[in-house]
């Protein structure tokens, strides 16, 4: 993998046509900056204006991106100026919307005088491996080992272990230590210390712990490595485990420090062991380690989390008691606890109070309360609510739209679930895969299939998706196939191949059932020998669907060619036909089974009524 070229790995990942322009056609219409000149450029700019020209090239890469040669051409004829920061800003425009940012940084690495800057490859690789490209992540290191070598940096091993590890591939994540010196890097006991994070946080403890012990010779122990571990342990509930690193710890010379005791408190308020929670925290004040703000906002999250709000205030009171302030987190969460018990008013409160002590609510403060009206289907206060976050200078995020879009979608108020899509568009939030599920949700269930099949394909086409969405392609594929709208449903599926998604078993089925319960047996046949074409065999249902559809039709050529088709795909992977014809036959006897079984139930039901009419 890492011999192949940035270029050809992606291409092979994202199956995107790249068509090769003329480095000086349209030269004219754009200017170029020096990358010599940096410093100069950069304190030229404006930020409005750097903000105005990362729109620009959004918006044409929203426009034209599903056309290549002229989406390459609109940029070039953009006019906007290549100075260092815009490459950077446009990919993190880009958001989630993976096939743009590599659209454009495909674009801009063609220009005359361009060269990719160190955060505009960090920017990259992380947009790869959220996508968890990791193949074109290694293409791309290899590619920047080439030509930008003095850009390597261990920053960039990181982000790549931390989406490893994500991706609970531990020994992709373990393995990169060992490639880091091929790049010029070698990993020190910071880069241990973030894999061993990175596994923690993402319920690899037992991995984290084994690769401590087998590495403390390479990389010597420190308080942060002890930390992480125990930091794990916790979060899964095992206190014992994480009482044993503490032991280790001190042996090793480290004193525990207040995030070490917050990690307790943690693990005791998750496992509901309240008494020892409250016993840590007078040992924290006798060893004069005082508990701070985190400390006590992890107290009052278990007794919200248990639903006993009373406990949490009390906790607040002794918190301030103390000479501890709360802080945006412990108002958050005393928030939270009110609302998720449907005491809107007392949330209300908090949130006054935590705006007259002045501390300033974040998107997560309303969310929890936008969440509550949601429940009680409340949409002109979330609306209301909206406009007071505005007010209070806490811009509405993707989270806090997905709830009015969800909302508006379940009432039937499609009208008010695009405006707010095209109000958060025009607030610069990109929207995620969630946004487009819970807006081409809103459409199907309103019967507006031709819109929530261009959403479809605009989230297909904007990289959002590897694989498909399987609830949602499901749904939308038996609306347009029941509904006659075979075409569309065909030009959803062509997307979905052309842009590269991996079309697997379950893919295909749900296509071709999709078919066949909407009529289109013939249809639903043709692309079941597509799908064996790319070496994938039908299920053994899809297999009788198919048969019993084609029995009707009295169309036994076709299903002698699929059968045939099985049976040696079958044969090729040591697999028994039988299963299949077995499955064809079980199925037809069922159904005929019901029938005769229900016909002996409405006459045993008229000779029982019968009976009752002579007593």
């Known amino acids: 993998m890492h011999k192949l070229s940035f270029k050809t790995t992606i291409h092979h990942y994202l199956s995107l046509t790249h068509c090769r322009l003329n480095a000086s056609k349209h030269a004219r219409n754009l200017v170029y900056a020096n990358p010599q000149n940096d410093t100069a450029m950069t304190t030229v700019d404006s930020n409005d204006e750097f903000a105005a020209d990362v729109e620009k090239l959004y918006g044409i890469l929203r426009k034209y991106h599903l056309r290549v040669p002229k989406l390459e051409i609109a940029l070039q004829d953009s006019g906007v100026f290549l100075r260092p920061g815009l490459t950077e800003r446009v990919l993190n425009r880009c958001g989630d919307a993976g096939n743009l940012g590599y659209k454009f940084f495909q674009w801009v690495s063609k220009q005359p005088d361009y060269i990719h800057s160190y955060q505009v490859y960090k920017a990259m690789i992380k947009m790869l491996s959220k996508m968890r490209q990791f193949g074109a992540v290694w293409a791309l290191l290899e590619e920047m080992k080439r030509e930008n070598y003095n850009l390597i940096s261990p920053e960039l091993f990181i982000v790549l272990i931390r989406r490893f590890a994500s991706a609970k591939m531990v020994q992709k994540a373990v393995q990169v230590l060992e490639e880091m010196p091929k790049y010029g890097c070698e990993p020190d006991e910071y880069v241990f210390g973030c894999l061993l994070d990175a596994l923690c946080k993402n319920g690899s403890v037992k991995e984290a712990a084994k690769l401590f012990e087998e590495m403390s010779e390479r990389f010597n122990p420190n308080l942060r490595q002890f930390t992480s571990l125990l930091h794990g342990w916790c979060r899964e509930g095992k206190l014992m485990e994480a009482k044993h690193v503490l032991v280790q710890m001190r042996k090793a010379g480290f004193e525990p420090d207040v995030v070490v005791y917050n990690n307790l408190l943690y693990g005791y308020a998750k496992a509901g062991k309240m008494a020892d929670a409250s016993a ?150 990109s929207p995620g895969l969630d946004t487009y599920v819970i807006l081409i949700n809103g459409f199907i269930k309103q019967q507006s299939l031709v819109e929530a099949s261009e959403y479809f394909k605009e989230m297909v086409g904007r990289g959002l998706v590897s ?141 029982w009524g019968g009976n009752r009419a002579d007593l």
């Open 280 to 429: 840590l925290l007078e040992e924290m004040k006798n060893k004069s380690c005082y508990p701070n703000e985190n400390s006590y906002t992890i107290l009052i999250q278990a007794h919200c989390g248990m639903e006993k709000m009373e406990e949490a205030m009390r906790v607040l009171l002794e918190m301030e008691r103390n000479g501890c302030k709360a802080d945006v987190l412990t108002y958050t969460t005393l928030i939270s606890g009110f609302c998720k018990l449907g005491k809107i008013n007392e949330g209300y409160e908090i949130l006054d109070k935590m705006i007259q002590n002045r501390y300033l609510p974040n998107q997560l403060t309303y969310l929890h309360i936008m969440l509550a009206h949601e429940k009680k289907e409340q949409i002109e206060e979330c609306q209301e609510l909206m406009g007071k976050m505005k007010n209070v200078g806490c811009v509405p995020d993707g989270s806090i739209y997905n709830v009015v879009i969800r909302l508006a979608c379940k009432l039937g108020e499609i009208d008010e679930a695009v405006k707010a899509w095209n109000e958060m568009e025009a607030s610069k939030f």
């Open 467 to 607: 694989t498909p969405p399987y609830g949602i392609l499901k749904d939308l594929l038996n609306s347009l196939s029941r509904s006659g709208k075979l075409e569309i449903a065909k030009d959803v599926w062509s997307c979905m191949i052309n842009k590269g998604c991996e079309m697997n078993v379950c893919a295909w089925t749900i296509w071709i059932h999709a078919l066949f319960s909407g009529g289109h047996v013939k249809e639903a046949c043709s692309n079941c020998l597509d799908m064996m074409e790319a070496d994938l065999m039908p299920q053994p249902d899809t297999f009788a669907k198919l048969m019993r559809g084609l029995k009707k039709l009295y169309n036994r050529e076709f299903a002698a060619e699929i059968t045939e088709k099985v049976r040696k795909m079958a044969e090729d992977r040591n697999m028994t036909f039988k299963m299949y014809k077995r499955r064809g036959e079980r199925d037809l006897k069922e159904k005929t089974k019901e029938k005769l079984d229900g016909r002996k139930r409405r006459a045993r039901k008229r000779q």
